[in-house]
């Protein structure tokens, strides 16, 4: 099945600074959904892309799908502490989801 | 509306000895989907359910097994426990098959440590 790539793999940043994180994928996706995992919880569903070019925000997140359809990506503005966890990138391959392997992030106050 | 509820939350067993784990979608979610989550392979499809009927399979041995009631709640069950068993396992639904592009939800997990 289709593989998404994920990156970075991990990131250490100031509070206030701006994040940014991509996911790329080798065949064409119909749905980009972006997560966000902290320790010990399931993943919480963050912004969900269905159109081409689409530009979708919640708070300081935006997350785009790409125009090629094979690519999405999520920023962050003004990073806080609580930004802190892992970011997955989702899409449905062949009736079952593919996850990256996930962003981790660091925000240091 | 409740979301998705997983138990038990945690859970300790020994190789050998077989466990069964519980996930209530949320209300009006007919698919449930379970995955294994590892440091190592990080998120991986186990399989999902919809209408009682499992639909998708990933790669994993016949041990893994699942079931689906018809309130759409879903077990899934781990026999002969491996020490590479233990993992988070987490089940997420969404109103349709999640192959369509519905949006899952996840549920909290279940950390499974078998000694």
């Known amino acids: 099945g289709q593989q998404l790539n994920q990156s970075p793999q991990s990131m250490f940043i100031q509070e206030g600074e701006d994040v940014s994180m991509n996911c790329t994928s080798s065949?064409?996706?119909?749905?980009w959904l972006w997560y966000k995992q902290e320790p010990g919880e399931g993943p919480v569903l963050l912004i969900a892309?269905?159109?081409?070019?689409e530009l979708t925000s919640n708070g300081r997140l935006t997350a785009q799908f790409g125009i090629t359809r094979k690519d999405s990506f999520l920023n962050i503005s003004a990073s806080i502490p609580s930004d802190v966890g892992i970011y997955f990138c989702a899409g449905p391959d062949n009736n079952d989801m593919r996850f990256g392997a996930g962003t981790r992030l660091t925000v240091k106050p | 509306k409740a979301g998705v509820t997983q138990t038990p939350r945690y859970l300790i067993k020994t190789r050998g000895q077989q466990v069964t784990l519980s996930c209530s979608p949320i209300s009006g979610h007919r698919s449930v989907s379970w995955y294994q989550q590892t440091p190592g392979q990080g998120l991986q499809f186990l399989f999902e359910?919809?209408?009682?009927?499992?639909?998708n399979k990933g790669n994993f041995p016949g041990r893994f097994s699942g079931r689906q009631f018809s309130n759409s709640r879903s077990e899934m069950n781990v026999s002969t426990l491996e020490l590479g068993d233990s993992a988070l396992y987490l089940c997420a639904s969404s109103p349709n098959l999640a192959g369509v592009g519905e949006t899952q939800y996840f549920g909290p997990g279940t950390r499974l440590l078998v000694l």
């Open positions: 065949s064409i996706f119909n749905t």
């Open positions: 892309l269905y159109k081409a070019g």
């Open positions: 359910y919809f209408s009682e009927t499992q639909r």
